[in-house]
């Protein structure tokens, strides 16, 4: 995260300030006490935290943009990056690590051409792995954004994935 931090405030965007942003502050009565409140709304608005807009709120608030990537990077619901239309969150709990969530990773990566914590070029697809999504007994377990996919098997990986376009 730490990478990808620098990464990010190594680029040289400039700050956005869309609309719906300068809504977002006007909402929160432009109070830096209330920039977590506000990071709620811009990713709800965004799926994510773009860079341009972060840059928006550090200058309108006169908070450094250091301390807003701290606490974008602090709170795991936070996405810095682009998140894909669907999002898939496999089980890396105990039950489904021992009924073979690992193969269930790799088939994903294969399928998918997309690592843990990425997302598809197409931006079809998020990939992360969570921990018990409470499916325990049918292991191993996978949510594609509210759908629960259970029993799987890598060769079953494709098949669970198609209809989510
Ligand atoms: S450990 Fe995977 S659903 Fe509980």
Redesign the pocket.
Known sequence: MKQMKEKLLGRKETASGSKAVKDILERHSRNPARVIGMLQDIQARFSYLPEGELQFVSEELGVPLTRIYAIATFYKAFNLLPRGRHQIRL?G????HVRGAELVKGAITRELGVEEGGTTEDARFSFEVVR?????GQ???MMVNEDIHVKLKSVTVRKALEKYK
């Open positions: 089980c709990g105990t039950a489904c018990c999504i409470g499916c325990c292991a191993p377990a």
